[in-house]
């Protein structure tokens, strides 16, 4: 059995989302990152078949909309917490309004197949359109992402 590919520092979101559609050889990435609120560490072999487990929640900052504005600033604030308290924790003391919250598994489908093609020759950023369909499908919802609540 080969070893989960290490991951390992202390990563954003991005990786959660990047890693498993980009290193297409490797059956599993290892993800590990803390807390932004308690600094509490938290690691995850991340696979194709199935999410990982786990009941932290995932925060967007960002909608969608504003996204693009600053793409550095919006990747940043996606950050993975151990649970809806520790985020209202970062977001009192970093004075910021809640974006989006999700579940791993929500997480995991949004990341599975945002970034195919994205080595691919010819790859384009999917058109707003596509791209709200997309997150329908993966089940997120509401202005925040574009779509009916
Ligand atoms: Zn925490």
């Not at 995850?44 to 693009?68: K, N, S």
Request: proline residues 9%; neutral net charge; contains cysteine.
């Amino acid at each position: 059995m080969r070893r989960a590919h290490p991951v390992v520092g202390r990563l954003r979101l991005g990786l959660v989302r990047h890693a498993p559609p980009l290193l297409k050889d490797e059956p599993d990435v290892l993800v590990a990152t803390r807390c932004p609120a308690c600094d509490t560490p938290h690691a995850w072999v991340v696979g194709r078949d199935t999410p990982p487990p786990g009941d932290q929640v995932a925060h967007f900052l960002t909608p969608m909309h504003r996204a693009w504005d600053d793409v550095v600033h919006t990747c940043r604030n996606q950050r993975l917490f151990c649970s809806t308290d520790c985020v209202d924790t970062w977001l009192q003391r970093t004075g910021q309004e809640c974006g989006y919250l999700m579940d791993l598994g929500t997480l995991w489908r949004f990341a599975g197949d945002w970034y195919t093609g994205r080595l691919e020759p010819g790859y384009t950023r999917r058109d707003p359109a596509s791209a709200a369909a997309y997150f329908a499908e993966v089940g997120l919802h509401g202005s925040f992402w574009g779509l009916p609540d």
